[in-house]
């Protein structure tokens, strides 16, 4: 496996709720899903720079709500 | 790039041979693979069709077509190798898609976007494979990774209808259906018990 490396994170209280919170929905560690995050993120913003749109779709509202990141 | 030791079955012997794993393959990696396997590939599947028997029904894959996402971080590239050459290659996923089965829907997982083994190691494109082996070999490091990254074993996977019996009895899977998005592929999926038991079985043959 790769090599990892180590930084401090600061976070508010809230941010780190907000963390903590997820890390116990997706059952992972809090480094996990700041690791998941970051590959989401970038996953995103390649696409959205080669010019393609990120939406999100409500099957019952028959909506699409464009984001922008 | 890493390599860890792991065995593939010699088909001529019916015996295991040392090979290795390689993880965190790279698109010039995968690129130089495709140009030693496509030959064979394309080759074998046009002697199929012209002798009117089934063709694989990824013989059109191209691993350079596929390569690039490997600078991204939500995708990974293994390799198995075997006396010099690559003997199979799989890419994963973690960011795009998540868990269907309970208790852990929604959750992420390790998701195989392609796995391949090299022609010669398929009949019929070659009528005696070399080895046999290596997609079990590549399955079990996907449920690797996935623990390892904290994902406990959960994979899943679109499966090309030639393979299905492969995902569904060799590697325990459970079927969800045909997934209209997606040709109405079948999408198969590994819980986390079902990794559990594969890994014990793995261990004990």
Redesign the interface.
Same mark, same amino acid.
């Not at chain 2, 939500?74 to 998540?98: N, P, V, W």
């Given at each position: 496996?790769?090599q990892k490396r180590t930084m401090t994170l600061n976070l508010t209280d809230a941010e780190m709720n907000a963390l903590q919170e997820l890390a116990i %929905?997706?059952? /992972?560690?809090k480094t996990?899903v700041l %690791?998941?995050a /970051?590959?989401?993120y970038?996953?995103v913003d390649?696409r959205l720079a080669n010019g393609e749109k990120l939406f999100f779709e409500d099957d019952e509202k028959k909506q699409s709500e464009l984001v922008v990141l | 790039m890493s390599r860890i030791q792991t065995t593939i079955i010699d088909r001529a012997t019916k015996q295991p041979v040392p090979a290795w794993l390689i993880d965190n393959l790279d698109s010039d990696a995968v690129n130089t693979v495709e140009e030693a396997w496509s030959g064979t590939r394309i080759a074998g599947a046009a002697r199929l069709h012209q002798t009117g028997q089934a063709v694989p029904e990824h013989w059109h894959w191209d691993w350079r077509r596929k390569s690039a996402k490997l600078r991204l971080l939500a995708y990974r590239g293994f390799g198995i190798e075997c006396e010099d050459a690559m003997q199979g290659l799989m890419m994963t996923s973690t960011a795009k898609h998540t868990a269907r089965l309970e208790p852990d829907a929604g959750k992420p997982l390790v998701y195989i976007e392609y796995l391949e083994a090299a022609p010669w190691n398929i009949r019929p494109i070659v009528d005696e494979p070399k080895y046999g082996g290596v997609g079990i070999r590549l399955f079990e490091a996907a449920i690797r990774y996935s623990q390892a990254e904290g994902f406990h074993g959960r994979v899943g996977l679109l499966s090309l209808p030639q393979a299905d019996n492969f995902y569904a009895n060799t590697c325990g899977m459970t079927s969800l259906g045909e997934d209209s998005h997606a040709q109405d592929l079948i999408y198969f999926e590994l819980a986390r018990v079902q990794a559990e038991q594969f890994l014990l079985e793995e261990e004990e043959s």
């Amino acid at each position: 496996m790769a090599q990892k490396r180590t930084m401090t994170l600061n976070l508010t209280d809230a941010e780190m709720n907000a963390l903590q919170e997820l890390a116990i %929905r997706k059952d /992972l560690s809090k480094t996990a899903v700041l %690791r998941q995050a /970051l590959r989401l993120y970038q996953l995103v913003d390649e696409r959205l720079a080669n010019g393609e749109k990120l939406f999100f779709e409500d099957d019952e509202k028959k909506q699409s709500e464009l984001v922008v990141l | 790039m890493s390599r860890i030791q792991t065995t593939i079955i010699d088909r001529a012997t019916k015996q295991p041979v040392p090979a290795w794993l390689i993880d965190n393959l790279d698109s010039d990696a995968v690129n130089t693979v495709e140009e030693a396997w496509s030959g064979t590939r394309i080759a074998g599947a046009a002697r199929l069709h012209q002798t009117g028997q089934a063709v694989p029904e990824h013989w059109h894959w191209d691993w350079r077509r596929k390569s690039a996402k490997l600078r991204l971080l939500a995708y990974r590239g293994f390799g198995i190798e075997c006396e010099d050459a690559m003997q199979g290659l799989m890419m994963t996923s973690t960011a795009k898609h998540t868990a269907r089965l309970e208790p852990d829907a929604g959750k992420p997982l390790v998701y195989i976007e392609y796995l391949e083994a090299a022609p010669w190691n398929i009949r019929p494109i070659v009528d005696e494979p070399k080895y046999g082996g290596v997609g079990i070999r590549l399955f079990e490091a996907a449920i690797r990774y996935s623990q390892a990254e904290g994902f406990h074993g959960r994979v899943g996977l679109l499966s090309l209808p030639q393979a299905d019996n492969f995902y569904a009895n060799t590697c325990g899977m459970t079927s969800l259906g045909e997934d209209s998005h997606a040709q109405d592929l079948i999408y198969f999926e590994l819980a986390r018990v079902q990794a559990e038991q594969f890994l014990l079985e793995e261990e004990e043959s």
